[in-house]
């Protein structure tokens, strides 16, 4: 035995596994910096220059964790997505204010990962910031034994953006008759997992139902998609950005609307998964809660004046019109789904 497998290995944490995780991911985590960063793997701190040539910078930033899809992963035995998921959602979030990502910084904890799990899902973070050209700066894993049961982790990341401060996209150009453009998701994201399982508590991970054509489990891991590359031609015509995430599109289209504006959605005007209608069913979930939870296909929401929609949706494929906004009666509700 050596000196890292005695009392603390006993213990339940493991110092010869975390050095062969930092071995499996050094390579991944290289291949995502670039010029603005001023610090390499084992620095006690990411360093990062702003990039040159901007005038009134400001910082943009956000932190989030892809929920109990992690779960989901460690039953299925896939880590290797979760980690696109991660940086996805977050980048998402940032894109909302208009900002592009600067740097992003990962956390992983778990009680007993075996090393190769552990590298799979940080590698799936520094792949999808390779893919964004965003600097993975620094990242943290830890073995908590105790706090975590077995086969049970959790995933977080935190993505900084910058843009000019005159940039910023704050919702406050949104005004009546501005069109509501639907960019379709990848499936269920990164929200919603816990009612999903409950609703397939009584089927295998690897069962097939016919509506989806692939294994449950793929169909839940399915990477939450990324707008960022998309989005970024067009950001200077946006008025509003909305992520559609947690609270569904009852609660994230608000969040980009002034007062005195409202949004009327037409449904049937963009494509729902097969995936959403099978939860429906099995769980005889309600036609509002399955708004108020999942994103239904939607995966981002775009407000821009009417003589801009055309470009979008002939460039970004999948994205259809779907609604318009309106002038708002005091206390009335923002958004309506009209059926």
Not at 62 to 73: E, F, L
Not at 107 to 133: K, M, Q
Not at 309 to 334: F, H, M, Y
């Amino acid at each position: 035995m050596t000196d890292k497998t005695t009392q603390y290995s006993a213990a339940g944490v493991d110092l010869e596994a975390a050095d062969k995780v930092l071995d499996s991911i050094r390579g991944g985590v290289r291949a995502t910096l670039n010029q603005n960063v001023l610090s390499g793997i084992g620095s006690y701190g990411g360093i990062v220059r702003l990039p040159k040539g901007m005038t009134n910078p400001v910082l943009v930033s956000s932190v989030d964790s892809v929920g109990t899809k992690v779960s989901i992963a460690s039953a299925y035995g896939n880590f290797s997505t979760v980690g696109r998921d991660l940086v996805n959602h977050c980048v998402n979030d940032i894109l909302c204010t208009g900002a592009t990502p600067l740097l992003f910084v990962d956390y992983i904890a778990h009680s007993d990962f075996s090393p190769e799990e552990t590298a799979s899902a940080i590698n799936g973070v520094a792949a999808a910031c390779e893919d964004l050209d965003i600097p993975l700066v620094a990242g943290e894993t830890a073995q908590l034994p105790g706090v975590y049961q077995a086969r049970e982790f959790d995933l977080v990341g935190t993505v900084v953006g910058v843009l000019e401060e005159e940039n910023l996209i704050l919702g406050s150009k949104v005004a009546p008759e501005d069109v509501v453009i639907a960019l379709p998701s990848n499936g269920i994201h990164t929200n919603g997992l816990s009612l999903a399982r409950k609703v397939f508590s009584n089927y295998e991970l690897d069962f097939v139902f016919p509506e989806l054509g692939r294994p449950l489990g793929e169909e839940l891991l399915a990477i939450h998609r990324c707008y960022l590359n998309e989005l970024l031609p067009f950001l200077p015509s946006i008025h509003g950005l909305a992520h559609i995430t947690g609270g569904g599109i009852w609660d994230n289209i608000p969040r980009i609307l002034p007062e005195e504006t409202c949004v009327t959605l037409e449904w049937g005007s963009w494509q729902v998964p097969p995936l959403f209608h099978l939860i429906q069913s099995l769980g005889d979930i309600s036609f509002r809660e399955l708004l108020h939870v999942f994103n239904m296909g939607i995966g981002m929401i775009v407000i821009c004046d009417r003589k801009d929609a055309d470009q979008i949706i002939r460039t970004i494929p999948g994205a259809s019109l779907i609604g318009e906004v309106q002038t708002n009666t005091p206390g009335a509700r923002q958004v309506t789904v009209r059926r």
